[in-house]
């Protein structure tokens, strides 16, 4: 998973420097541990999952599936255009660039 986000990360960049001459405009958004029905199936079959999985979390919870779409809105907004090339971590500071 790393990997691949590494690599996702890598294109943003060279598309948003590539592009945004032309006015178009990249963004990514790196989700961290997300609260979703899947996730919580996973929860059901695993009581202690959520748990394991919090503790790694330094904010204290996992994010509410709203707030990777609300970063995603904001970038969908035109409000950051300079931002173009960034990816923004939505992830309670278990990772922090």
Do not use: K, W
């Not at 963004?27 to 996730?39: I, Q």
């Not at 409000?79 to 939505?90: E, P, R, S, W, Y």
């Amino acid at each position: 998973m790393c990997s691949v986000q590494g690599c996702n990360g890598i294109a943003n960049q060279d598309l948003g420097r590539a592009y945004s001459g032309n006015g178009i405009y990249t963004y990514g958004v790196a989700p961290g541990f997300v609260l979703t029905d899947m996730t919580q199936s996973e929860f059901d079959h695993d009581p202690t999952l959520r748990q394991r999985l919090i503790n790694e979390i330094l904010y204290g919870e996992a994010a509410p599936a709203e707030e990777i779409a609300n970063a995603i809105c904001f970038f969908a907004s035109g409000l950051a255009t300079h931002a173009t090339g960034q990816t923004l971590d939505v992830n309670g500071a278990s990772y922090v660039r």
